[in-house]
Nanobody
Framework: QVQLVESGGGLVQPGGSLRLSCAAS????????MGWYRQAPGKQRELVAS?????STNYADSVKGRFTISRDKNTVYLQMNSLKPEDTGVYYC??????????????WGQGTQVTVSS
């Protein structure tokens, strides 16, 4: 099995930046794709970005040009720039598969809180 541990969340002012990290352990050879989801209060969980072993990346329209997902060995990162209050939420690291632009998670981390507020 794969275990995922996120870090890097916190409080940041609008326009600021944060970098989230997710360390994968366990059966990492089985990981083809990884992704970040977020869930804002009162809203459904949404896919923010995904990356394959290619690497090939996909982003939600709401974060294109501001967020960058990258992968280095067993760790996936989410660099978040020009943060907005609507980016606030719990961010979850996932591992799974991807077919074209369709990403399907199979394992989830515990989540890390990101709060964008002045």
């Amino acid at each position: 099995q794969v275990q995922l541990v996120e870090s890097g969340g916190g409080l940041v002012q609008p326009g600021g930046s944060l970098r989230l990290s997710c360390a994968a352990s366990g059966s990492i050879f089985s990981i083809y794709a990884m992704g970040w989801y977020r869930q804002a209060p009162g809203k459904q969980r949404e896919l923010v970005a995904s990356i394959t072993s290619g690497p090939s990346t996909n982003y939600a329209d709401s974060v294109k040009g501001r967020f960058t997902i990258s992968r280095d060995k067993n760790t996936v990162y989410l660099q978040m720039n020009s943060l907005k209050p609507e980016d606030t939420g719990v961010y979850y690291c996932t591992s799974g598969g991807r077919s074209g632009s369709y990403y399907y998670p199979s394992r989830w981390g515990q989540g890390t809180q990101v709060t964008v507020s002045s």
